[in-house]
T-cell receptor, first 114, second 112 residues
Framework: NAGVTQTPKFRVLKTGQSMTLLCAQD?????MYWYRQDPGMGLRLIHY???????AKGEVPDGYNVSRLKKQNFLLGLESAAPSQTSVYFC???FGTGRTDTQYFGPGTRLTVL | GQQVMQIPQYQHVQEGEDFTTYCNSS?????IQWYKQRPGGHPVFLIQ?????EVKKQKRLTFQFGEAKKNSSLHITATQTTDVGTYFC????????????FGIGTKLQVIP
């Protein structure tokens, strides 16, 4: 099993450009999450999904959109990138058992917005 | 909203010394998780504590959950260079179990 994979690993954008980050998991997990990690800020939740076709806002959702059309995939979109979105983005997934489950993280995407 | 505070933010220790990081919540937690992130890596789950006053050990790592379930600690005995990384605690976000709030993390540097 590959676990949680993220595409791409690195990306440089210019201000105003758009892009989509792809997260895929092969563990049949119900829940999926997008976090951003910035120095001194820890991990902050952007959006999450508790099942195929559902999404919800996290702590810092502004400037991002998500979609979960298939259970195994969770896409994070930036419609008009801003320098403040320079960060490392992590996707995670968990079983969704009705309790607080272990989160399994992908390797991350390092995004720079110029 | 709920906050999970973690101290210290940074810690440098000589190899062989002990290390402790502390996590405090503004609300009572049903459980607390600990994750480790190696430099350049991604967070990896270490353990989950559920019971009041619970103590769990993993080799040189000792995890504690406070009696009031509002604080937790991770203690590493006789640190090694392989312990380098950032340690995060995480507690269920208020209002649901589907998501957690992470502490800011404690970055551990071990000097050989």
């Amino acid at each position: 099993n590959a676990g949680v994979t993220q595409t791409p690993k690195f990306r440089v954008l210019k201000t105003g450009q758009s892009m989509t980050l792809l997260c895929a998991q092969d563990m049949n997990h119900e829940y999926m999450y997008w976090y951003r990690q910035d120095p001194g800020m820890g991990l902050r939740l952007i959006h999450y999904s508790v099942g195929e076709g559902t999404t919800a806002k996290g702590e810092v959702p502004d400037g991002y959109n998500v979609s979960r059309l298939k259970k195994q995939n969770f896409l994070l979109g930036l419609e008009s990138a801003a320098p403040s979105q320079t960060s490392v983005y992590f996707c995670a997934s968990s079983f969704g058992t009705g309790r607080t489950d272990t989160q399994y993280f992908g390797p991350g995407t390092r995004l720079t917005v110029l | 909203g709920q906050q999970v505070m973690q101290i210290p933010q940074y810690q440098h220790v000589q190899e062989g010394e002990d290390f402790t990081t502390y996590c405090n919540s503004s609300t009572t937690l049903s459980n607390i998780q600990w994750y480790k992130q190696r430099p350049g890596g991604h967070p990896v789950f270490l353990i989950q504590l559920v019971k009041s006053g619970e103590v769990k050990k993993q080799k040189r790592l000792t995890f504690q959950f406070g009696e009031a379930k509002k604080n937790s600690s991770l203690h590493i005995t006789a640190t090694q260079t392989t312990d380098v990384g950032t340690y995060f605690c995480a507690g269920p976000t208020s209002g649901g179990y589907q998501k957690v709030t992470f502490g800011i993390g404690t970055k551990l540097q071990v000097i050989p």
